[in-house]
């Protein structure tokens, strides 16, 4: 019996559980960035549908995948369980590819699968990700060197897979890579019932309850009723856009109450995460061109053959630009992590508000660098190098931005509202997706391929790069100059709420 209770014992079977958590992670993510990586070129090569209908539908889906996940993870911990939950968002995840598979002949298919998906996600993405909390459960350290992993695990899976499901695409047709993006997350429901025992005391308190059949079918009628209303918003673009406005209007209605009820002394921390999350959920509105304007650069005005001393090392497909993103993001981790520490040793750790603004002065660079391949490009394409160094400092200014939205509100949210807060951030998140794929279409201003000149090549995507490169700066400097602001309210928070031990 001792033995069962040792640190060792507990250690081995906490990387157990993590592993099984960590390899269904690993599926489900190469399934969704496989899936990104081919759906808008699915829709504009095969389908013919015009750039900005398409964008538009990409934004949409990425407003709803992102604003689910906060129903999800209340389902997770009031009503299934977190395992529960997890499982159901990876059964369905896989059904949704599969429809999507077969919407590639049958196209009436098409927004009835993306509802599945955005709606499985949910389930999913808060259940996974609270499973990790629990088997770490007050053990910081370890958490800490978890969550490392965990994220590793999210850019392998997109790496593979955005490498894999174009290829798939070109060589086999549209068919096999959304299968392959079905399977992957099938292997993944196969390993976790390979190794489901070492989850069997991992989860929230529901999964350790018996689930009434009248639970369990209100909660399946729900989740149909979710699918049947995103499917019909997907639909009808103008409904989703009201839709997304509503959530935007929505999401500063719940900031104001939240605000105005805080304590006195809890206000300086908010007002510090409500002006570091509107820069962290800016972010996103040109990590969505990564999904749209840029894959659509790649197909139409980049050349796929990298070339070195006139000799070819190799060639990439519009999709498989998109791998870019996550290689940069594991080979820029290790190399920032050393930096944060090294400038902690010599105490001039920069605050979250410092590292927004030099993350958002990077976004500004690689749009810059975009906007002049694009000029330089004119009717022709341009080099792939220029894709790999421009995806390198966004990639590196997503590690400064994008990575830190959850940390501002663990720091400076009151507990007892934290959880809200950070599922209205995922809707402001998605949002700001929507607004990225409403900036794309300035690049598709005139409809599909044929009638928006974009035979025209590089220099049709000019002035999206550079009005993208010119909002970038401004808000590069806007919160330059908030930063004496930023750290009164770093200090008030502090005099308040002094950190243990100071």
């Not at 390993?191 to 209100?218: C, E, I, N, Q, T």
């Not at 000799?311 to 940069?328: C, D, E, H, K, R």
């Not at 001039?348 to 000029?375: E, H, M, P, Y």
């Amino acid at each position: 019996m001792a033995l069962s209770t040792s640190p060792s014992s507990r250690h081995t079977s906490r990387r157990a559980s993590f592993a099984v958590v960590l390899a269904i992670e690993l599926w489900e993510r190469f399934g969704y960035y496989g899936m990104q990586a081919v759906l808008l070129l699915f829709m504009v090569q095969h389908l013919g549908v015009e750039d900005t209908q398409a964008n538009l539908l990409m934004g949409a889906f990425a407003a709803m995948t992102y604003a689910l996940p906060a129903l999800g993870g209340w389902l997770g911990d009031r009503v299934l369980g977190s395992r529960r939950a997890m499982l159901l968002g990876a059964m369905t995840l896989t059904g949704g590819y599969a429809l999507l598979a077969l919407a590639t002949t049958r196209h009436e298919l098409l927004t009835f699968a993306m509802a599945i998906i955005a709606t499985a996600n949910g389930l999913f993405k808060p259940n996974a990700a609270n499973l990790v909390r629990r088997i770490y459960h007050g053990d910081d350290a370890e958490l800490d060197a978890a969550f490392t992993l965990y994220y590793m695990a999210v850019n392998v899976g997109s790496t593979v897979s955005t490498l894999l499901t174009p290829w798939l695409q070109d060589r086999f047709g549209p068919a096999a890579a959304f299968g392959a993006c079905a399977a992957g997350v099938f292997l993944g429901l196969c390993f976790y019932a390979l190794r489901r025992a070492h989850l069997a005391s991992v989860g929230s308190v529901p999964d350790f309850r018996p689930v009434p059949m009248a639970r369990y079918g209100a909660v399946l009628l729900g989740i149909a009723a979710a699918i049947g209303g995103l499917s019909l918003l997907l639909q009808h673009g103008p409904l989703a856009r009201d839709a997304v406005w509503a959530a935007a209007a929505l999401v500063l209605l719940c900031w104001t109450m939240m605000y105005l009820r805080a304590a006195p002394t809890d206000r300086p921390g908010l007002r510090l995460a409500y002006l570091l999350s509107l820069q962290g959920m800016s972010y996103f509105v040109f990590y969505q061109q990564m999904a749209t304007s840029l894959t659509l650069f790649a197909l139409r005005a980049v050349r796929g053959a990298f070339t070195l001393g006139g000799v070819t090392l190799f060639s990439m497909s519009a999709g498989q630009f998109q791998a870019l993103n996550p290689i940069w993001i594991m080979l820029a981790s290790p190399v920032l992590a050393l930096l944060y520490h090294r400038l902690a040793q010599s105490g001039r750790d920069l605050s979250i508000a410092q590292k927004f603004t030099v993350g958002f002065g990077l976004v500004t660079v690689a749009f810059i660098i975009w906007w002049l391949a694009a000029l330089a490009g004119g009717a022709g394409r341009v080099t792939p190098w220029v894709m790999v160094l421009a995806y390198g400092t966004l990639s590196l200014g997503e590690l400064l931005v994008g990575g830190l939205g959850l940390a501002v509100i663990a720091r400076y949210v009151p507990a007892p509202v934290s959880a809200f807060m950070m599922g209205s951030y995922f809707l402001a998140v998605g949002v700001a997706m929507y607004v990225g794929s409403m900036m794309a279409n300035l690049a598709a201003a005139g409809g599909n391929a044929a009638a928006s000149g974009a035979m025209a090549g590089a220099g049709l995507y000019a002035g999206l790069f550079l009005r993208l490169a010119e909002a970038a700066g401004g808000i590069t400097v806007l919160f330059a100059l908030l930063l004496p602001l930023a750290r009164k309210w770093d200090r008030q928070h502090l005099v308040a709420h002094p950190l243990p031990g100071a």
